[in-house]
C-alpha cells in the first residue's frame, strides 16, 4: 500500500472531484426517477376505461401498498439461520450456530468465552459487531464487545437469526461497523403448549422448560427456564473453565386489532463461570501477579416493550423500550450497567416510488466499577447519553428490478460528539432470480470506556517478558471505515440459491498503542493503525432431492495492517483466518429419520501459533411421535481437543481448547 | 498522513469506481426511459368500469332509467380518488356511477356493486345476510372472500391483473354475467 502513497497523493484532486460528482450524480438520478414516476406513467393521460377487458389483463402493475421485502432482496450480505438450521445442526448454543454464516469468525476460547467477529478483527471482545436479540442491543459499551458467554435463551423458541456482514451504521448505529446480528425469538402464539428438552452428555447437561398460553384469541404468553451445566475442557497448564447458568423469562404478544400488536418480555440470568486469570497484586514496580483459577460470576436481566403500529395505506411505525442490567464480577474487575433506550422507526411511501424509513433514539446507561490493582478505570462510576437519528429513502427506479438506497445516521455520544454514517446501495434485479447489488457506506465505531480513561497493568507475556503498563487516551478518537462492497445472488429455482459477496475495507484510526515509557514499560492506546481489508464470501444451498440438502459457505479474507503495531499487546490482523470453510449435509430418511453432518475447515492464525483445523459434526435424529424428538449427536469428532481462538492480550486470561463431545437430547411437546 | 473522510486507499479500487459512477449514470437514464408500468388501482378501477357493463341487473334494482349505478366501497378504500376520478363522469346504459364510502350496512341493498378491499374482503361473512336476495355483484381481494360466497374476485397473476368468478353465487342471485366476462375470468369452483 505503502508504494502507491505518492501515486495516490497526485490523483487525489481528480479522485475526490469525480467522487463528489458520483454522489451528485446518484442524487440527480434519484431526483429524476421521482419526477418520473408520474411523468413515464404512459397511461396517465389515458382514459383506462377505454381500453378493453383483454387489455386491462395485459398491463403490468405496480402496487402502490408495497409488500414487506423479502431479506433475500435486500441489497446487503445478509444471512439467515432458520429455526430448521439450529434443530438440525445440533449446536447447543447461539454462537456455535454462527459458525454456518459465511464471513463471521467464530472462536471458542473456552466454556464462557467466544471470539466471534464479522469480517475480521477477531477477538474476544470484537468491537465492531452490533448484536441485537429482538430488538435489544446487547453490545457492552464498557469492553466495546458482547459478552457472549451470558447471551442465551431456549434455542427452540429462537425464530431466526439474520446475520447482515458489512456495515450496517445507517441504520442501527455507532458499532455496527463489520456487521449486525439480530436474534430473533418467535410470537408467543407459535410457541404455545409445553415443551420440555434434555440434552445429556460428554460436554454438557442441559435442561429447559417452556409453556406457552393464551387468553382469548389475540393474547398469547409464555413462561421459560433453562439451566445448563458446562464441563471443564482442555488446557495443558489445567482449564477450570466449567460453567453453570440458569435463565428465566417470559413474553407475551397482544394483537389489539388489526393494527396493532404490544410485545412484552423480560428475563433474568445468574450463572458463574471459571477460568484462570493472572492478576496484578501490587500498583507499583515491579508489580506482584498471582495466577490461579477463578469463578466469575455474572447476572442481570432486561425488561422489553415494543408497540407496532400497521396503517392501511402499508405504513408502520414501532416504538420500543428497553431496561437492561448487567452485573460482572472476576478478579480483575467488577462491573454493574444499567441501561434504559427509547426507539422509534416509522415507514412510509412517499411519491409511489420511495419508501422513507426514520427513527430516532436515545440511550441512557450508568455503571459502578470496582477497580482491582490490575484494571482501574475512573472515575468508577459514570453515566452516558446516547442520541441518534437515522433516514433512510429506498428509491425504486424501474419497479421490481432497479432500487437504490440512501441513508445516513447523525448520533452524538459523550466520547467524540457528533458522527455521521452515510451509505448508498443499488439492486438490480435484471432476470428473474437473478440479483447483484453494491453498497459504499462509511461506519464508526465510537470509543469505550476502557479506551477512553483506564489503567492495565499486564503480566509478562509470551512475546514480553516484563509487566507492562496500558494507558486509556481521553484523545482516543473514532475508529472509521470506508466500505466498498458487491454482491450477487441466485435464486432462480426452489432448489438452488447461491451468494457471493466481495468487499474491500479501508479502515483508518484503528487503535493501537504508542509507547510513552520504557521504566516501567507503558504504553497508551492510540488511533495510529490503517487496516485494509479485502474478502469473499459464498454460501450455497442445493436440494439435491426432497430428501437431500446441501449447504456451503466459504470465506477468504486479508487483513494488512500499516501502522507500528506491537505485537506483545495487539492481535489485529493477526487472528483471523484467511480462510474458512463450512459444508452441512441435511439428509431426512424414510421413518423420521434424520442425518445431518457438518465438515467445518479453519485457516491457521499466527497471534500465536494456533494450527488449522478441521472438524466433524454428526447427527441423528428420530422423531417416532410427532411430540416426541430424539437425537444423538456427535460434535468435533475429528480431534480430542484442538485451540481455536488466541489468547486476548488486554486481559489475560488463558484460553482452552475444544474437546470432542456427544450428547443425546430429548424434546418433549403437548 | 491526513486525506479526506472519502479518499480511498486502493488505486485498484478507486479505478474500478471511476468505471462504476459512469455506469450509475447509464442505469438511471435507462431506468428513466423504461418506468412503464400503471399503478393497480388504476387498473381496477377500469375492471369496474367493465364489471358494469358486462353484468345485468335485474330492472327493478333501479328504481328510475337513470338512476345512479352505486359503488359502495367498505373499510378502507384502497383507491383513493381514483374511482371517483376515472368513474364519477361515466355511465353505464344511462345509469351514471356513484361512489359510496361505507354506508351503513343497513342500506346495502341499494348498492349495485360491494366492494371490499383485501383488508375487508373477510368481513363478507357479517354482511352476507343484508345482500344475498338483493341481487349486488359482491366484488373482493381474497380467496376467503370467494369461500365466503363472494362473486367476483381480483387477483395478481405474473404483475397482471385477473379475475375470478364464483358463478354458483352468482347463479344463485338474479345477475347475468355476459359470456364474454365469464370467458375472460378464471371460474371459481369451491
Redesign the interface.
Known amino acids: 500500500m505503502r508504494g502507491f502513497s505518492r501515486l495516490h497523493h497526485s490523483l487525489n484532486p481528480i479522485w475526490s472531484t469525480f467522487w463528489k460528482m458520483g454522489f451528485i450524480g446518484l442524487w440527480l438520478i434519484c431526483l429524476g426517477g421521482t419526477a418520473s414516476g408520474e411523468a413515464t406513467d404512459p397511461f396517465s393521460n389515458t382514459d383506462l376505461t377505454e381500453l378493453s377487458l383483454e387489455e386491462l389483463m395485459s398491463l403490468e402493475v405496480t402496487s402502490v401498498s408495497k409488500k414487506k421485502q423479502k431479506l433475500s432482496e435486500s441489497a446487503a450480505a445478509i444471512f439467515v439461520i432458520t429455526q430448521e438450521d439450529i434443530r438440525r445442526s445440533g449446536v447447543t448454543s447461539i454462537p456455535e450456530a454462527l459458525r454456518m454464516v459465511p464471513g463471521i469468525q467464530v472462536g471458542r476460547g473456552s466454556k464462557n468465552q467466544w471470539h466471534i467477529s464479522a469480517r475480521g478483527f477477531n477477538e474476544r471482545f470484537t468491537n465492531k459487531l452490533l448484536v441485537l436479540i429482538d430488538g435489544r442491543t446487547i453490545y457492552n459499551s464498557l469492553f466495546a464487545g458482547v459478552t457472549w458467554e451470558t447471551q442465551d435463551t431456549m434455542l427452540e423458541d429462537i425464530e431466526r437469526i439474520e446475520v447482515i456482514r458489512g456495515p450496517g451504521g445507517a441504520l442501527w448505529g455507532v458499532n455496527a461497523v463489520n456487521g449486525v446480528i439480530n436474534i430473533i425469538t418467535k410470537k408467543a402464539q407459535d410457541t404455545q403448549g409445553l415443551l420440555v428438552s434434555g440434552v445429556a452428555g460428554s460436554e454438557e447437561g442441559i435442561v429447559s422448560i417452556r409453556q406457552g398460553g393464551s387468553h382469548g384469541s389475540d393474547f398469547h404468553y409464555r413462561l421459560f427456564s433453562k439451566y445448563f451445566n458446562r464441563d471443564t475442557s482442555f488446557n495443558a497448564m489445567g482449564a477450570h473453565d466449567d460453567t453453570h447458568m440458569f435463565r428465566s423469562g417470559f413474553r407475551t404478544d397482544w394483537e389489539l386489532d388489526a393494527h396493532d400488536h404490544v410485545m412484552v418480555q423480560g428475563e433474568f440470568y445468574t450463572g458463574d463461570g471459571g477460568q484462570q486469570s493472572t492478576v496484578a497484586t501490587t500498583t507499583t514496580f515491579p508489580f506482584g501477579f498471582t495466577r490461579g483459577n477463578e469463578d466469575l460470576e455474572m447476572s442481570g436481566g432486561h425488561f422489553l416493550t415494543r408497540w407496532e403500529h400497521t396503517w392501511d395505506s402499508g405504513s408502520d411505525m414501532a416504538l420500543q423500550f428497553f431496561y437492561d442490567r448487567y452485573e460482572r464480577d472476576e478478579n480483575t474487575i467488577k462491573a454493574t450497567i444499567d441501561t434504559f433506550d427509547v426507539d422509534f422507526q416509522h415507514r412510509f411511501e412517499f411519491f409511489g416510488n420511495q419508501e422513507i424509513l426514520w427513527g430516532m433514539e436515545y440511550r441512557y446507561w450508568t455503571d459502578k466499577l470496582q477497580n482491582t490493582p490490575g484494571t482501574s478505570v475512573s472515575p468508577d462510576s459514570q453515566s452516558f447519553n446516547l442520541v441518534s437519528g437515522f433516514l433512510q429513502d429506498e428509491i425504486t427506479l424501474i419497479p421490481d428490478t432497479f432500487t437504490v438506497t440512501i441513508g445516513t445516521k447523525l448520533s452524538h455520544n459523550h466520547f467524540t460528539g457528533f458522527e455521521y454514517q452515510p451509505s448508498g446501495r443499488f439492486l438490480w434485479k435484471p432476470v428473474d432470480g437473478h440479483s447483484l447489488w453494491g453498497a459504499v457506506s462509511r461506519a464508526v465505531r465510537v470509543p469505550s470506556r476502557l479506551e477512553d480513561n483506564s489503567l492495565l497493568t499486564l503480566p509478562p507475556n509470551a512475546t514480553t517478558p516484563f509487566p507492562t503498563l496500558v494507558r486509556g487516551n481521553q484523545e482516543f478518537k473514532t475508529e472509521d471505515l470506508l466500505a466498498f462492497e458487491i454482491g450477487y445472488r441466485l435464486n432462480t429455482f426452489e432448489r438452488i440459491t447461491f451468494d457471493i459477496t466481495g468487499f474491500y475495507n479501508q479502515y483508518d484510526n484503528i487503535r493501537g498503542t504508542r509507547v510513552i515509557s520504557l521504566a516501567p514499560p507503558t504504553g497508551t492506546l492510540a488511533n495510529n493503525l490503517e487496516v485494509d481489508t479485502i474478502g469473499v464470501e459464498l454460501a450455497s444451498d442445493l436440494q439435491i432431492h426432497d430428501w437431500w440438502r446441501i449447504r456451503g459457505a466459504y470465506t477468504y479474507i486479508n487483513m494488512t495492517v500499516d501502522g507500528p503495531i506491537n505485537t506483545a499487546l495487539s492481535t489485529v490482523g493477526r487472528a483471523t483466518p484467511h480462510h474458512q470453510g463450512s459444508i452441512r449435509s441435511l439428509i431426512t430418511l424414510p421413518f423420521q429419520v434424520e442425518f445431518d453432518s457438518w465438515l467445518r475447515i479453519a485457516d491457521n492464525i499466527p497471534a500465536p501459533n494456533i494450527a488449522d483445523y478441521v472438524e466433524l459434526d454428526l447427527r441423528l435424529g428420530w422423531k417416532p411421535w410427532p411430540n416426541l424428538d430424539l437425537s444423538l449427536v456427535g460434535q468435533n469428532l475429528l480431534d480430542n481437543h484442538h485451540p481455536e481462538a488466541a489468547p486476548s492480550l488486554l486481559l489475560a486470561t488463558q484460553p482452552t481448547e475444544v474437546q470432542r463431545s456427544v450428547y443425546g437430547k430429548i424434546t418433549w411437546s403437548y | ?1 491526513t ?9 485498484l ?2 479505478f474500478l ?2 468505471l ?2 459512469p455506469f ?2 447509464l ?17 381496477k ?3 369496474f ?2 364489471f358494469a357493463n ?1 353484468v345485468d341487473w335485474p330492472t327493478s334494482t333501479f328504481e328510475a332509467t337513470n338512476e345512479h349505478l352505486r359503488i359502495c366501497v367498505m ?2 378504500d ?1 383507491f383513493g380518488q381514483t374511482l371517483d376520478d ?2 364519477s363522469k ?1 355511465s353505464v346504459r344511462n345509469h351514471p356511477f356513484e361512489i359510496l364510502r361505507n354506508p351503513p350496512t343497513t342500506q346495502l341493498q341499494y348498492c349495485h356493486v360491494l366492494y371490499l378491499p383485501a ?1 375487508a374482503s373477510s368481513k363478507l361473512q357479517g354482511l352476507r345476510h343484508r345482500v344475498e336476495d338483493e341481487d349486488v355483484l359482491t366484488v373482493g381481494e381474497t380467496l376467503d372472500f370467494m369461500r365466503l360466497g363472494g362473486m367476483v374476485q381480483f387477483f ?1 397473476d405474473n ?4 379475475f375470478a368468478i364464483n358463478t354458483k353465487a352468482v347463479n344463485q342471485s338474479n345477475l347475468k354475467v355476459s359470456s ?2 365469464l370467458r ?1 375470468a378464471k371460474i371459481y369452483t369451491p
Open positions: 498522513m486525506h479526506s473522510r472519502f479518499h480511498i486507499r486502493s488505486p479500487l478507486r469506481l471511476s462504476f459512477i450509475f449514470f442505469i438511471g437514464i435507462s431506468a428513466i426511459s423504461r418506468a412503464e408500468v400503471v399503478e393497480e388501482y388504476k387498473i378501477a377500469a375492471f368500469y367493465h358486462f373499510g378502507t384502497p376515472m368513474l361515466k383488508s395478481i404483475q397482471k391483473i385477473r364474454k366476462l375472460l
